[in-house]
């Protein structure tokens, strides 16, 4: 290259430099950022707003939920864990003060950005005022539901409803903001709901989104938790503190009660939409499963639910942790969720009674039965539907095409058990040579994972779409957070601690007929136990036991942490206070004696499986979760929970 | 192969080299021990129930170091030498812990400079006492009596029942127990000689003796009040 080429590329270049570098410097700084939506453009569009809404509802709490996981739906003795790692449930003595609770600093982040979202949507000048007002009246729901959930674990906490900014000088004193009293608390939530209610859509098929009789819903739920804190918290004096951040005085109770009765008769009557129980398919059973199965516009009893997508990356895993291990679709993945016998039990027979799994005669003497279904014949549809249960083929397939192998081993005439810790280990019967299967394929087995160790499993919320056990696809079945169902239960309970048990088993009924009940409750027979009774069955897995037991301050006695016996397990079921702190298993078993009449007929044991060793204890200081020292040293003004 | 065994040493060596370093503090080595104590008589506990509570002011952040009464009453820390501030967290333990004006628990000052004995003077609702306990013949039989402390009708409470606890080891309560008897509160006629047996079930292994102790439960108060745990060998 000869010197002259060489300075014109020089010169060439540093012309190309020179134009490029000529941009005004003003104008350099003002390019807008193409990776961040401002805040003024975000609130132009609905659709952006839309996106920003859909992130703060995903966010949402919730006690169970799939997307915490199956773990979020086991514990308080209704079901056994059947995975290694996960036996604490069944192997500790109680819960440390600070279960059940949030992370702080995450819950606080979280209400920031709602004031956030409300205060700019407030803002928007770009919005059609319809638009506005419905994002408004949504933030504003998750806010107060949100504080609600935050209510249930803690009593009061800081209410703040105006995003704060820290002002970087070295005092954040302004931001330190006490505990708010609990009754407060339910106060702000009723009070919000009655404010959003008409400007939310009374729109049944937009369910996902925060609608009339989710706000409605919301309010009747939270005023009947203050009505009973206010009504049973008498009965736990020592569960209170002296500025009202735990505990509601009684005198409110009725004021509660009334807004609770108001506001789900409001749902009742039709005004948020036409609601109304699930009764789609003739099996009663399976039309109880269906409710959480049926996304589409039929089930006009969901109110508010979260939903998932199948093959979309949003989905959940629940039916591939807790299908039946026999059927799973995926091999080491299934049955971690095992329904305990005491639930099972509490399921009523059809005459309106209450009685044990008949596992025994009179005398003592084992019964014996010609199909394993035979020992649950006769009882609430809803045991069906919310339970897998041995070899329970109506249908005639119920999951996936299979019949659930659930047998313990056989049972030999001197009373000794041929079995074996896995279904493909055959053996010999006595007086026989060809090897046999002894023990089922789904369980029950001691100790052994993914099969079942109580005789059951879970059917509420599994999906039986073909594909959703596996790990890849995932199941898309909705999670509901609030259903016209308890609506009515919610309703049922409010009158009747109104004082009248008329319109209380009015609403009761309903949800009986829906199970196969014939005969109604009169209202002489509404009793504050059938109400216990008829939530823990309806609601079971729903996530509401933790917190009914709480306000109704049951849960001492329920979860004493005194171990029980067979006698304890067969009686007093139905009553509210029954101790439950064990879950049980009933293992059915092969009779097996060639020369008896009752040679292969079944034989149920009620069983204590060998990996509960613990018992769950409720304390005092566990009616409200600890507020962590953390929490507590960043801000003195929060005081400490009672008993703890 | 005999390249990798050099890597391994070489990596052992590197491992050894690195860990040789001096740690910072030594480990706490003051013990803090005492008992629950009323006018020279224990007051025996559930174990693992009754938490009580140290702190250090003078680091930043307020937190306790958190301990619990041991089933004879006791508790012992390992700290470092300073001063610390001991309290029983409001609703623990079945007795009456002093409060201050404000109703929070007063702290009882401690300063450690070496290991200490701190006994714990607090006032129960009521006391176990002349408990003998014996057995014979697949039952154990307990003989003891009642002393109500606290008369006060503004914090005095009732019985709820007293229970006879058996277990097959040394910890006995109402979590750790293989038979147990209750009586009701109402059904005490004479305090000062109360008399319950219990039948003791079959143990697997079998074995010669097993540990019993008496139980008073309070009415209100969910912590129970224990008397010390006997070995009945039979």
Request: with cysteine.
């Amino acid at each position: 290259m000869n010197v002259s080429k060489k300075y014109f590329y020089l010169f060439a270049m540093t012309l190309v430099l020179g134009v490029t570098g000529c941009t005004k410097d003003s104008d350099f700084l003002e390019i807008p950022p193409n990776s961040i939506i401002p805040t003024e453009t975000m609130f132009s569009d609905p659709a952006l707003v839309l996106s920003v809404l859909g992130d703060l509802y995903n966010r949402q709490l919730d006690f169970s939920n799939f997307d915490q996981g199956w773990g979020s739906f086991a514990d308080f003795s209704e079901s056994l864990i059947s995975d290694d790692g996960a036996y604490g449930y069944v192997q500790n003595t109680g819960w440390g003060y600070g279960a059940w609770g949030v992370d702080w600093k995450a819950a606080y982040t979280y209400i920031r950005e709602l004031n956030l979202f409300i205060e700019r949507d407030s803002a928007s000048t770009k919005l059609t005022d319809a638009d506005k007002a419905r994002f408004l009246a949504e933030g504003r729901f998750l806010r107060a539901n949100y504080y609600f959930e935050l209510t249930k674990r803690y009593g009061g906490v800081p209410l703040i409803l105006h995003s704060e900014t820290y002002d970087y000088k070295g005092d954040p004193t302004y931001l330190q903001h006490p505990r708010a009293k609990e009754s407060d608390m339910y106060d702000f939530i009723i009070s919000e709901a009655e404010a959003i209610k008409d400007q939310l859509p009374a729109n049944q098929n937009d369910k996902s989104r925060a609608s009339k009789a989710a706000a409605l819903a919301m309010e009747a739920r939270a005023a009947l938790y203050a009505g009973s804190i206010a009504k049973y918290g008498a009965t736990t004096p020592a569960v209170s503190l002296p500025g009202g951040e735990v505990g509601i005085p009684a005198s409110k109770a009725n004021d509660y009660y009334q807004k609770a009765l108001t506001a789900a008769q409001s749902i009742i009557n039709g005004d948020a939409g036409p609601y109304k129980l699930y009764k789609v398919l003739p099996d009663l059973s399976d039309n109880f499963a269906a409710i959480f199965l049926d996304k589409s516009s039929v089930n006009q009893e969901s109110i508010f639910i979260t939903d998932y997508k199948a093959l979309s990356g949003r989905t959940h895993s629940f039916t591939t942790n807790n299908q039946p291990f026999s059927v799973t679709d995926e091999p080491d993945d299934a049955g971690r969720i095992d329904p305990s016998l005491n639930l099972v039990e509490s399921f009523e027979m059809l005459d309106n009674t209450f009685a044990p799994i008949p596992t025994v005669d009179g005398g003592g003497n084992p019964i014996y039965y010609d199909h394993p279904q035979d020992i649950f014949a006769g009882r609430d549809a809803r045991l069906r539907g919310t339970v897998m249960t041995p070899f329970d083929q109506a249908d005639p397939y119920r999951y996936k095409g299979a019949v659930l192998d659930i047998w313990a081993g056989y049972l030999l005439a001197d009373g000794s058990v041929v079995t074996s810790g896995n279904a493909a280990d055959q053996v010999a019967l006595p007086g026989t040579t060809t090897k046999v299967q002894v023990v089922g394929k789904d369980g029950p087995i001691n100790g052994v994972r993914y099969h079942t160790q109580t005789g059951f499993y879970i059917r509420k919320f599994i999906d039986p779409t073909i594909g959703s056990g596996r790990r890849g696809r995932g199941s898309d079945v909705p999670w509901i957070h609030y259903r016209y169902a308890e609506v009515l239960l919610n309703a049922a309970e409010a009158a009747f601690e109104l004082g009248d048990p008329g319109t209380a088993a009015g609403y009761i009924n309903q949800v009986r007929q829906r199970a196969g009940f014939t005969t109604d409750l009169t209202p002489a027979e509404i009793t504050f136990d059938r109400i216990v009774h008829e939530r823990r069955v309806e609601l079971a897995f729903e996530g509401h036991i933790l917190y009914d037991m709480r306000r109704w301050r049951l849960a001492t006695s329920v979860w004493d942490g005194t171990a029980t016996n067979l006698s304890d397990l067969r009686s007093n079921i139905g009553t509210a206070g029954k101790r439950s702190t064990q879950p049980w298993g009933l293992w059915p078993y092969r009779y097996y004696n060639p020369a008896s009449p009752n040679n292969g007929k079944w034989v149920f044991r009620e069983v204590l499986p060998s990996k509960v060793t613990g018992t769950n204890r409720f304390t005092l200081g566990n009616y409200y979760t600890f507020i962590g020292d953390d929490v507590r040293a960043a801000n003195p003004k929060i005081v400490k929970q009672p008993n703890q | 192969m005999k390249r990798n065994y050099r890597y391994i040493l070489l990596f052992l060596a590197c491992g050894a080299a690195a860990a040789c370093s001096k740690d910072n503090y030594k480990a706490p080595a003051a013990i803090l021990k005492g008992r629950l104590m009323y006018k020279g008589d224990s007051i025996g506990v559930e174990r693992n129930q009754v938490p009580l509570q140290l702190y250090q002011y003078g680091f930043g952040k307020i937190g306790p170091i958190n301990g619990t009464f041991s089933q004879e009453g006791a508790f012992s820390f390992s700290l470092f030498a300073g001063d610390y501030k001991l309290i029983i967290p409001n609703g623990q333990g079945p007795f009456l812990w002093n409060l201050d004006a404000n109703g929070n628990p007063d702290s009882v000052d401690v300063v450690l400079k070496g290991s200490q004995t701190l006994d714990l003077e607090v006032t129960p609702y009521y006391l176990i006492k002349n408990t003998s306990i014996s057995g014979g013949s697949g039952a154990v039989t307990a003989n003891f009596s009642v002393t109500k402390v606290i008369n006060d009708p503004a914090t005095a409470k009732d019985i709820e029942r007293v229970t006879l606890y058996v277990n097959k080891t040394q910890f006995v309560s109402g979590a750790d127990n293989i038979a147990k008897t209750d009586l009701a509160g109402a059904g005490i006629t004479d305090p000062s000689n109360i008399s319950l047996n219990v039948t003791v079930p079959a143990t697997y292994p079998a074995q010669s003796y097993v540990y019993a102790r008496v139980g008073l439960k309070i009415a209100g108060v969910e912590d129970m009040i224990f008397s010390p745990v006997v070995k009945v060998t039979y």
